[in-house]
């Protein structure tokens, strides 16, 4: 009896391993080109960095009703940075080093902050200004502050205060894309804020 003998070569197929193998190179592959194409957008960038501050805040005015703590958010429109920071017991504006989450924050390159605290359609004038601790400048009064050589000078205090008592300063802050020589216009996200949380957030808007 002759029996025929097939080449090997011709009767391999994939093995199972193999093909799942493939697949997930082809998955891998697909991830990176999302990655690529989402992760660049600078639209997707500022939204998010724009839903990440406006989280912190509401989670910051919560921290101040429960803890019974006055609160701010420094903004440093040079360094394109916010931080939160807590008015300690002697009345000086110290940064919130208990919780990380309210650690300073520098934006990336191209971000810039443009706040705005005065003429809002929405601001109340009497509302925030019911304690001592602050002014109608929204600065810490000028019998806490101290002069000093260049390195001993605080920090300013904050432009935006939240308060224990639920209430905080109306506000708008720009978030702010502008790449020098690009294609697109400037645009930016802003965060809203009347007198207690939530704050509204809107865009994306050109310059």
Sequence with gaps: MHICHLDKSQQRGFTLLEIILVVALMGLVVSIISFNAFGTDPKKGVE??????????????????????????????????????????????????????????????????????????????????????????????????????????????PQILILSSGEHSPFELRIIYDEPFAEAPAFFFSLQGEDIPPLTRQGPEDL
Excluded: C, H
Excluded at 50 to 74: C, P, W
Excluded at 119 to 126: A, H, I, R
Excluded at 138 to 152: F, R
């Design 48 to 157: 998010e960095e724009t839903r990440r501050l406006q989280v912190l805040f509401d989670m910051a005015s919560d921290y101040a009703v429960l803890n019974q703590k006055q609160l701010g958010l420094r903004i440093d429109d040079d360094a394109a940075s916010y931080e939160f920071v807590t008015l300690s017991d002697e009345d000086k504006w110290i940064p919130l080093d208990s919780q990380p989450i309210f650690a300073l924050k520098e934006l990336p390159e191209f971000y810039t902050l443009e706040l705005t605290l005065d003429n809002l359609p929405w601001q109340n004038d009497d509302s925030l200004f019911d304690t001592r601790v602050f002014d109608e400048q929204l600065s810490v009064s000028d019998e806490s502050v101290e002069i000093g050589n260049e390195e001993d000078i605080e920090p300013p205090p």
